[in-house]
């Protein structure tokens, strides 16, 4: 059964990484070097540090000021199964 989960805090970390904090308790850190590799038009400001660090939540899940958006179920499967995932700290 897939579990609805939606991201309820974000930050973004140096060298492209980003803290994400799920509704199910659990929270990690995942790099979007792999992301920007793969590049695109809406991609490309996200390589600028500071664009990327102006990352917020919106209805659940991160986005960016030109509506770049990461879908938030994907992205806790990814790091579940990366092992990036842990229960957030109290």
Not at 32 to 55: H, K, N, W, Y
Request: proline letters at 7%; charged letters at 20%.
């Amino acid at each position: 059964m897939i579990q609805l989960v939606k991201v309820v805090a974000v930050r973004a970390l140096e060298r492209h990484h980003l803290w994400v904090r799920f509704s199910d308790g659990t929270e990690g850190v995942r790099p979007f070097t792999d992301i920007l590799d793969e590049g695109g038009l809406m991609v490309e400001p996200l390589r600028d540090p500071a664009f990327f660090a102006r990352v917020f939540v919106e209805m659940g899940v991160p986005t960016w000021p030109n509506g770049f958006a990461v879908d938030a179920l994907a992205l806790h499967q990814e790091m579940a199964l990366a092992g990036q995932l842990s229960p957030a700290a109290a």
